[in-house]
C-alpha cells in the first residue's frame, strides 16, 4: 500500500471516533454545540477539588495532543500519567488516539536531502508491464511495476512517493483505480482488474515524492499556536466579541465549553452580562504567516513538480470477453 492509502485507512478509522480530537493550524472549529457540550463559566483559578483536578489534567493532555508537535517518543502506550506529583490513569480514548498517531508516524518517510537533484523525478521514473500477454481478458489481474529515479538519473533506493494510479476507457466513460505496493527500494508493484472490454488505457502520475510527503509531515507539526480564534457573543441584539482558544491565560472569567464524553475542552473569555449559552460563532485569524519548509522543500511543492505522469513502456491494451469471464 502506498502512504496515502495507509493513511486513508487509518484515518476512516480515525475520523469516526476522534473527529473533533486534532485541529491542526488550519482548521476553524465550529461553534460548541449546546446539544452535545456543557457551557459553564467559571473564576481563575479553578475549583481545588477532586473532580476538578482530573478535569484540568486532562485538558493538559489534550492540550499537547492537540495542539501541540506530535513526539512519538515521548507518546508511548503507558496507562498512566504524572501530574502535581500524582500518578494518574491514562484513559483509554487518550491511549486509542496515542496509538493512532504512533502508527501513523510510522508509515511517513522520515527523509532529508541535501539538493534538489537527490528528490525524486517523476520525468526520469518509469513503468513497465509485468508478464506482458498476447490476450487480455474481462476478470484478469496485472500488475505494472514502476522503479524510481532521481534528477540525477540516479534510482531511488526508499519508497514513500505519492503515486496515484488508474486505468480508464474514454468511449464507455469507465475507470479504475490500481492498487500500489511499496516495496520500499524505490519500486513499486501497482495491481490492476479488468473490469470491462474494450481498449484500456493506463495513466500514472507522481503527486508529490517521498522527499515531499516527509517534508509535509513534519511541517504539520510545527508551529501551533499561530491561530487566533474569536467567538461571537450575541443577545438582544447586542453583540460581544470575545478571545477564544484551548488554553487561555490571565484572570477574567472564562466560559468553557466541555464534552466529557469525547473529553474535549474550549474557552472564550466570558462577556459581562452575557451568559456562556450565547455564543453564535466562531472566527479564526493567522497570525503568523512563517512557513516551515526551507527553500529547497519549498521547490517540490511548486506547480511543474506536482502531479506528473510517469512514461510507459507499453500503450493500451485490448481486452476481450472471453467465454464465461
Known sequence: MTILEKLDSLFE???????????????????????????TSRRRPGAAHKAGKQRRFMRQSLRHRRAGPINCDAVQDHEIQKEEGIWKETTELQLEVNKILNKIDTMIP????????????????????????????????????????DHLGKRKTHGGD????????????????????DLENGT??????????????????????????????????????????TGKFLSHGKVANMKCGFN??????????????????FYCMKPENMSCGLLVQMMSLFVDSHSYLSDSEKQLF???????????????ISVSKCGSK
Open 302 to 316: 511548486n506547480s511543474n513538480n506536482i502531479r506528473i505522469e510517469i512514461a510507459k513502456t507499453f500503450g493500451a
Open 13 to 39: 478509522i480515525f475520523w469516526s471516533k476522534l473527529t473533533r480530537h486534532l485541529h491542526t493550524p488550519a482548521e476553524v472549529p465550529q461553534a460548541p454545540s449546546l446539544h452535545h457540550t456543557i457551557a
Open 248 to 265: 487561555l491565560n490571565g484572570t477574567q472569567e472564562l466560559c468553557e465549553y466541555s464534552d466529557l464524553k469525547e473529553e474535549e475542552y
Open 188 to 229: 513499486y508493484n501497482i495491481h490492476f482488474t479488468l473490469f470491462w472490454p474494450g481498449v484500456v488505457n493506463f495513466s500514472i502520475h507522481m503527486i508529490h515524492p517521498s522527499e515531499g510527503v516527509s517534508a509535509l509531515w513534519q511541517a504539520r507539526n510545527k508551529g501551533y499556536g499561530y491561530v487566533n480564534y
Open 162 to 181: 505519492f503515486l496515484m494510479a488508474r486505468i480508464f476507457s474514454s468511449n464507455v466513460k469507465a475507470g479504475a483505480s490500481g492498487k500500489i505496493e
Open 110 to 149: 522520515k527523509i532529508t536531502f541535501s539538493h534538489f537533484d537527490n528528490t525524486t523525478d517523476a520525468r526520469k521514473s518509469m513503468a513497465t508491464l509485468v508478464n506482458p500477454r498476447d490476450k487480455y481478458c474481462v476478470g484478469d489481474s496485472l500488475v505494472v511495476k514502476v522503479d524510481m529515479f
